[in-house]
């Protein structure tokens, strides 16, 4: 398989160069495709070498990092983005939730950190192109077409809006020849308003659905072609085009909307339909497509069996700062009271008047979910206890299945259960408790990774917390302890086997044999050879 690319982004050139040199380019089966130094050079970077995965410092120069993400999701959606920054600030994490970076790493970069965490994204990326190679077989492309009624043209038009490399061979001859495009993306939601359609008659609904929209839409001045999204079962997406040099969106909108309520009185159907906006270009639908499908998430606010559409860039922060301005104290009142069914009570209240709001987005419910999550990390850090990954709360990419805000309630109900329980578990036990518990598994454990980040993930206590009260207990700090464990334990080997230094080195937890060689000499001012004689 083809080694996977990496543009690295960052202002300073040692950094940058200092940065390259940790990384592991040929056991991860990486390969530098290139190098920026400000935003702006990064977007020229992106579009010339397409990378697989971007490292991105956040501060730079013109364009930030958070700014060159934006942007590059829109043309690259499946690139992964990893932020560096030096600045230990929760603004920046929670912008790049937001933004789905797939990490954030801390200056000075940890050299096994980075190198689990590319680990991870090639796995991850290796996972999708075989997926997407499995799903191009023509057995399995065959299957599939028999199993969901599914025609050739609905794969060929799905991949037109699903991939970067997308052709226009054998495209409809009436989408090709016009000039300006609409892309509409359609989702059915299900409710048992009627028993018109079984639950096993959902090809049939789709059928209905489809082909209601395109009726009503065949009698505008306009071109449209219909298909059932290859991929997602209850979606149908519709492009619309018209040889004019515009097309009238406010008319499409009145047309879909008086179809939808139809629907939903003859076939008992709630159906939702995002509206994407006008491109010039052909290669510009999967653009479109986009910007109808994000427009269709604000039903999680606003609730199915409407019409959206929404291409204007509305800031979170104006609308959800004013509520959270007002609101953030008293939830951090309750979380110290331990207080948390109000907690989720006023959590519940400033959605539910975010969804009243008339200039709410999607994308204020993401600003709001990520802030409250924040709070309650702030609230654990208070207590010299740090939450573990999984409790930052579950990914807001997991948000587009969601068809009511609700639901998002009940995922903070989960993180306060999951808080409660780890604060709980702390309080029972004082740090001192931890710190002996900690010896006594580095005795008995000290071949395997015992960093502060082990001690911090086991025990749910802030690292360093832990590393300054070990030192004021022990008398030694934690890495010279686990040190002094492990070349104690070579020291017996030596004197009582015939194995070689390369394997003892292995035993207590040094893969390195002159790393190993160089500590033990600097603990016990001899080499493991001299020692053994």
């Known amino acids: 398989m083809n080694r996977l690319k990496v543009l690295i982004v960052e202002d300073e050139p040692l950094l940058r160069e200092g940065l390259i040199r940790k990384i592991d380019w040929k056991t991860l089966g990486l390969t530098l495709a290139g190098e920026a130094g400000d935003g702006f050079e990064a977007m020229s970077q992106l579009v010339h070498c397409q990378p697989d995965i971007v490292l991105t410092d956040v501060r730079m120069p013109g364009m930030d990092g958070l700014q060159f993400i934006n942007q590059g999701r829109i043309l690259f959606p499946n690139v992964k983005f990893v932020i560096i920054s030096g600045f230990n600030e929760f603004e920046y994490v929670r912008e790049a939730l937001l933004y789905h970076v797939k990490d954030y790493l801390l200056k000075p970069i940890d050299k096994e950190k980075l190198h689990v965490l590319l680990i991870g994204l ?111 079962s209850e979606e149908i997406v519709v492009f619309l085009a018209s040889r004019k040099s515009t097309l009238d969106l406010g008319i499409i909108i009145e047309t879909l909307t008086q179809t939808v309520s139809w629907i939903r009185q003859h076939l008992g159907l709630i159906v939702s339909i995002g509206v994407g906006g006008v491109k010039e270009e052909l290669t510009l639908l999967r653009l479109s497509c986009m910007e109808a499908r994000k427009a269709l998430q604000n039903r999680l606010l606003f609730g199915g069996g409407n019409v959206y559409t929404d291409t204007v860039n509305h800031s979170p922060a104006g609308v959800v700062f004013p509520l959270l301005n007002q609101a ?12 948390h069914r109000e907690f989720l009570d006023y959590a519940a209240q400033l959605f539910h008047t975010l969804a009243e709001s008339p200039d709410a987005r999607y994308e204020h419910v993401e600003y709001l979910y990520t802030e409250i999550i924040h709070i309650l990390r702030k609230h654990a850090a208070k207590t010299a206890f740090e939450l573990p990954n999984w409790n930052l709360g579950t990914p807001i ?12 309630i009940a995922i903070i109900e989960q993180q306060l259960e999951r808080l409660s329980s780890v604060l709980d578990s702390g309080a029972e ?12 598994y580095v005795q008995q454990h000290y071949n395997e990774d015992l960093s502060l980040q082990w001690v911090s993930e086991k025990y749910y206590i802030h690292p360093n917390y832990f590393s300054k009260r070990f030192k004021n207990i022990v008398g030694v700090s934690y890495n010279d302890y686990v040190t002094r464990v492990r070349i104690e334990r070579s020291k017996e080997l030596l004197r009582t086997t015939t194995l070689k230094i390369a394997r003892i080195s292995q035993l207590v937890g040094y893969e390195d044999q002159g790393y190993f060689c160089n500590v033990f000499k600097k603990v016990t001012g001899v080499s493991p050879s001299a020692y053994r004689i």
């Open 429 to 440: 036990r004082s740090c001192d408790d931890i710190i002996e518990s900690v010896q006594l």
């Open 122 to 232: 090639v796995d991850e990326l290796r996972a999708e192109r075989q997926q997407e190679a499995d799903l191009s077989k023509l057995n399995a492309l065959d299957e599939m077409i028999r199993q969901s009624h599914l025609q050739p043209l609905d794969f060929q038009l799905t991949h037109l809006i699903s991939e970067q490399d997308s052709h226009l061979d054998g495209l409809p001859f009436e989408l090709v020849r016009s000039c300006s495009f609409a892309g509409v993306s359609v989702r059915i939601v299900y409710r048992n308003e009627t028993s018109r359609f079984k639950e096993n008659e959902e090809p049939l609904a789709r059928f209905a659905v489809q082909n209601s929209i395109e009726n009503a839409l065949a009698a505008l001045p306009i071109e449209v072609i219909a298909f059932k999204h290859a991929y997602h």
């Open 328 to 339: 953030e104290r008293g939830l951090t009142a309750l979380l110290e009271a331990g207080q």
């Open 397 to 408: 990419a997991s948000f587009e299945s969601f068809t009511d805000w609700r639901e998002i």
